[in-house]
């Protein structure tokens, strides 16, 4: 049984290793903040972080995160000084409608801010181009990063 290091703790996965990451989270660990939207790594609703950087957990098997430390939605607030500005500038900006695609846009867009302070709507567009909101909440969550940035300057 494979172990992986989950928001700061080491956990057993009773699971194959090319068992996606999502479907470890999800169904073995009962983790359900990260979504499943498309299972082609098309949409961003099942985005977490892999060393800190934006992964598809729908396609990468678990034996991929050996050794290496998965963030999830669940401790981005939490335990992170920019997740936790990135979910309150969310809250402010009343970003979520229906809310399915929001862990995976909110954990793309505290990596985009853990690497560039002051994004302009040009970055802000390029990092989030793979996360899908149905929604069309898109001008809610640009105002939100932006002002995420500003809450960290």
């Known amino acids: 049984m494979p172990t992986l290091h989950i928001n700061g703790k080491e956990t057993v996965v009773d699971a194959d290793e090319s ?49 290496q430390k998965i963030t999830t939605i669940e401790a981005i607030a939490a335990n992170d000084k920019v997740g936790k500005a990135v979910h309150a500038a969310w809250v402010k900006h009343d970003v979520a409608q229906c809310g399915y695609c929001q862990s995976g846009q909110i954990m793309s867009a505290t990596a985009l801010l853990k690497g560039k302070k002051k994004p302009s709507d040009a970055d802000i567009d ?3 181009a793979g996360n899908i909101c149905r929604c069309g909440t898109y001008v809610r969550i640009r105002a939100a990063i932006h002002d995420a940035a500003r ?3």
Not at 32 to 61: D, E, Q, W, Y
């Open 19 to 67: 068992t996606p990451i999502l479907w470890a989270l999800r169904d073995t660990l009962g983790m359900t903040g990260t979504k499943f939207g498309c299972g082609a790594a098309l949409c961003g609703a099942c985005t977490v972080h892999l060393n800190g950087a934006p992964i598809r957990s729908c396609i990468t098997p678990i034996s991929a995160a050996a050794g």
């Open 126 to 128: 390029t990092a989030m």
């Open 151 to 153: 809450s960290l300057a």
